[in-house]
Structure formats: C-alpha cells, structure tokens
C-alpha cells in the first residue's frame, strides 16, 4: 500500500514539480494542470496548498533561493572580503575563480541546473525570477568588487579607461551563466579549447582582462 504523504511532504512534492514544469515552460505557459500532474495530485489538492499559479510560483523562488544559498556553502566557495592591506588584483581573481568554478566545475546539480533553467525561461518571459535573482548577488558581492577594483588601480594593477563596477558585475554574470548554460549536460555544448580547471582559468583571464588588470598583474595573481 502506498503511504500517504503528510500534509507538509505534499507541499515540497508540489513545489519541487512546480519547479520543474516552470523551469519547461516559464511563468506564462505553465498551467496549474500541469503542475498537478507533474505532483501526482488533483488540481483540487493542488488549490488546498496554493490559492493561485501566483503563490505556487513565489513558493518555488523562495525555495530555489534557499537552495542557492545551500549551494554556495556545499561547494565550499570561499567568501572573499577585502580591507585596506588586501591585493585588490589578487582579490578579483579569487572571486572570478570561485565563480567559473561553481559554473563549470559543479553545474551537474539536480537542483542547480532546475534553478538555471527557470533563469533562464525566466529571462524569456516575466523576468521576475532572474531579476531576483541578480538582484540579490548583487547585492552580496558588489561592494567586495567595487573595493577590489578601486584598490588594484590604486596599486597601479588596473589599467584604461575606469569601468563601472556595477557594469563590471554584469559582464561577469553574464559570462558566467552562459558557461554554465554551456555544461548543464555532461558534454558541454559550446567547444572551448580546454576544459575543467583550465576552462576556469581562462575564463577567470578573459574576465580580468575586461576589467582592466595589467598583464603584469594577472601573471602575478593567475600564474
């Protein structure tokens, strides 16, 4: 005989289908048909939990942004801080390797490659998760950058013309999703001329590069 889920297993089976059929057809073309049956319920059931697509659709962004937040701490990414005896230029490549290496490296998570493709059809349609989504990285990580970026060329380690770090924030983002987009699957899509920890590396240099690092300073920082 089948057991019966509790009241609040249901809930996380609902939302995880949810997930899953937003992640296919985004906000607009999901349907609360779908969803039911993607969880196995009645659209009855499925109105007992979540009074509306709307509410369903808040639940699994609270829980892909906990998931996300459980994310970094798996991998054991390390928080870069920076103060006023840090290397500015040492410290942007730390975080640029931290960040290629949660994209290329671990893109394989269940969870994780559900989440990107909800950014991704999120990025097609409302916009309203990816927007949450940048927002709150953003948020997190933008001051380290900006103070990095000022104390490398204070140092003399950034070059040409100032670019904005808020600018610089999204170049980076957007690298770094499209290598993640890349290696979703277990062969990448895109053909890059290395892989693994060489793909990081080099994506890290491209990225340090844009952002203005002296040549002598990438060889020092990203030997």
């Known amino acids: ?10 809930h996380r089976s609902i939302v995880e289908a ?35 697509k709307e509410a369903l659709y808040r639940a699994v962004l609270r829980k892909l942004v906990r998931d996300q937040d459980n994310l970094v701490v798996s991998l054991g990414i390390p928080a870069v801080t920076v103060d006023a005896q840090s290397n500015g230029a040492a410290a942007i490549l730390r975080m640029l390797q931290g960040y290629f290496s949660a994209c290329i490296l671990r893109s394989g998570e269940e969870r994780d490659v559900t989440a990107h493709r909800l950014m991704l059809a999120s990025l097609a349609s409302d916009g309203t998760y990816a927007r949450l989504l940048y927002r709150r990285i953003m948020r997190r990580n933008l001051h380290t ?4 970026m000022d104390q490398a060329r204070a140092a003399g ?19 770094g999703s499209m290598l993640l987009s890349t290696h979703l699957g277990k062969v990448p899509i895109a ?6 920890e060489k793909l990081v590396r080099q994506a890290a240099l491209f990225c ?12 020092r920082t990203c030997p």
């Not at 053909?191 to 693994?196: F, I, L």
């Open 157 to 175: 380690d950034i070059a040409g013309e100032p670019l904005p770090a808020q600018s610089a924030f999204c170049f980076i983002e957007h690298v």
């Open 18 to 52: 949810a997930a899953d059929v937003f992640a296919d057809q985004g906000f607009e073309g999901a349907t609360t048909k779908q969803i039911a049956a993607a969880a196995s319920v009645s659209p009855a059931l499925l109105y007992e939990h979540f009074p509306s």
């Open 1 to 10: 005989m089948k057991k019966r889920l509790s009241r609040a297993d249901r």
């Open 145 to 148: 950058l900006a103070q990095a």
């Open 208 to 219: 340090g590069r844009g952002l203005g690092l002296t040549a002598e300073a990438l060889a």
């Open 191 to 196: 053909q890059y001329a290395e892989d693994g």
